[in-house]
């Protein structure tokens, strides 16, 4: 099977990010082979002769412990994978403990990590456009089944409202048909957002400026006035390639983004926006959003893209983020969230660049 381009690249990326640790018996480092550049460890003789627990403290794991001690004590080759939020990006790695063997004795263990991150990033992508394939099969089917009872009952209801009949209570008639109205538009905001994870024709995509596309709609997302005590503080990296994809689409993709930034910082806040290249691989470019907000916990990140899933009141729809998720989906790119509670939220997208 012929092998891309960009698969060769990628390969080579992913090859160039790994770092052999050879361990003594009770764990210290006894050498240092290759390079991290995402922990800025390389073979330094300072992290010689010293615990593994020491100097190796940002893989503080409980079963990293004994993965190595397996090696040793039983000759037990052994893997574990972990992640490392870092700013704007979730580093993972492969920590994989196996028994250094001298004249058939055991003497140590190699703990090889490799920073697999770009790996998790394709595994990610693949899962994402998956998921939204059948997403969109059903949000179509819905779309197409209820839009149009729902633009003839929302016209006929127009149509009463406007040319009042007599009645003995028209003011008892006319709230109900106000209600009525009022149910059914939001049923009708529900199917359009449905229509967002329908798979978008690429031939309706253009050549964006993406720097253009956030200003556009930082400035439409302020006329929604729901804070007017938040500091925006917005850096565009300047000359960033083209990508391809829709301006109506994405506008409302970072807009959902904003908002729900926005309504995190309810009393006041900072709202932080930028723009440049992908700090892992030169082919996309990145949006970063960050709020200064009441954040999101743990348990509920692996769900805020699912539809109608909330964490606000129930006035919301829940599918701001799902809408966002299919739209970027639809354009090739991943977007990813990392929040702590009262710390804050960084929304991170990133988009291919038009070759």
Not at 162 to 169: F, H, Q
Not at 206 to 216: A, P, S, T
Request: net charge negative; aromatic share 6%.
């Amino acid at each position: 099977m012929l092998i891309t381009p960009q698969e060769q690249k990628v390969k080579k990326m992913i090859a160039n990010r790994k770092m052999v640790i050879r361990l003594d018996p009770k764990l210290a480092v006894v050498e240092i082979n290759g390079s991290l550049d995402s922990l800025k460890i390389t073979g330094e003789k300072s992290f010689v002769k010293k615990s593994l627990n020491e100097k190796f403290n940002l893989f503080r794991n409980d079963d990293l412990d004994k993965i190595c001690l397996a090696a040793i004590e039983h000759g037990k080759t052994s893997e574990i994978e972990i992640s490392l939020p870092n700013d704007d990006i979730i580093y993972w790695y492969s920590l994989v403990a196996e028994p250094e063997i001298a004249e058939r004795t055991i003497t140590g263990a190699r703990l090889i990590v490799s920073d697999i991150t770009l790996k998790k990033r394709q595994e990610r992508h693949k899962v994402l456009h998956e998921k939204m394939l059948s997403i969109a099969l059903l949000a179509a089917q819905v779309a197409h089944k209820l839009n149009n009872p729902l633009a003839a009952v929302l016209n006929r209801v127009g149509s009463v409202l406007v040319n009042e009949i007599e009645s003995g209570n028209i003011t008892r008639i006319k709230n109900e048909l106000e209600l009525i109205q009022e149910q059914i538009y939001s049923m009708s905001v529900i199917t359009n957002a449905l229509v967002s994870f329908s798979k978008e024709s690429e031939s309706t995509y253009y050549l964006l400026d993406i720097n253009d596309i956030v200003e556009k709609s930082i400035e439409l997302s302020k006329l929604l006035q729901i804070q007017s005590n938040i500091q925006y503080k917005v850096h565009l990296e300047p000359n960033l390639p083209v990508i391809r994809g829709s301006e109506v689409t994405l506008e409302q993709c970072i807009i959902n983004i904003i908002r729900n930034a926005l309504e995190a910082m309810p009393n006041s806040g900072v709202f932080t926006v930028s723009t440049g290249y992908d700090k892992l691989s030169d082919d996309y470019i990145s949006i970063i959003f960050h709020d200064t907000g009441i954040g999101i916990p743990e348990e509920q990140l692996e769900f805020v893209f699912d539809p109608f899933y909330k964490t606000k009141d129930e006035s919301h729809s829940g599918l701001g983020l799902s809408i966002s998720y299919g739209i970027i989906a639809n354009h090739k790119g991943s977007i990813d969230i990392i929040s702590k509670p009262g710390k804050g939220t960084t929304v991170v997208i990133l988009l291919p660049i038009a070759h």
